[in-house]
């Protein structure tokens, strides 16, 4: 844990975790969707998944503002 990385390694290991948070919100979005729906019959399950979607989207907004500071401020 006491490895020295340089900036670019850094910011590369930011940018991996910020794909991963993406595909990980858009999989949980989707999941909340298909267990959303009338037919699923899983409202608790639907809610998780609805909830851990926002938690991943929190995550992946974090990490845009560390990666390009006041970008969403900007664009509105």
Same mark, same amino acid.
């Given at each position: 844990?006491t =490895?020295?990385? &340089?900036? =670019?390694?850094?910011m *590369?290991?930011?940018? %991996?975790?910020? $794909?991963? $948070?993406?595909q #990980? #919100?858009r $999989?949980? *979005?989707? %999941? @909340? &969707? #298909? !267990?959303? %729906?009338? &037919? /699923?019959? =899983?409202?608790?399950?639907?809610? &998780?998944? #609805?909830?851990? @979607?926002? $938690?991943?989207?929190?995550?992946? %907004?974090? !990490? =845009?503002?560390?990666?390009?500071p006041?970008?969403?401020? /900007?664009?509105?």
């Amino acid at each position: 844990m006491t =490895d020295v990385v &340089d900036s =670019d390694e850094l910011m *590369r290991r930011i940018q %991996r975790a910020r $794909a991963c $948070a993406a595909q #990980e #919100e858009r $999989a949980w *979005r989707a %999941r @909340g &969707d #298909e !267990l959303g %729906r009338a &037919d /699923a019959g =899983d409202p608790g399950a639907a809610r &998780d998944a #609805e909830v851990r @979607g926002v $938690a991943y989207g929190v995550v992946l %907004r974090v !990490l =845009d503002e560390i990666l390009t500071p006041g970008k969403r401020a /900007a664009q509105g």
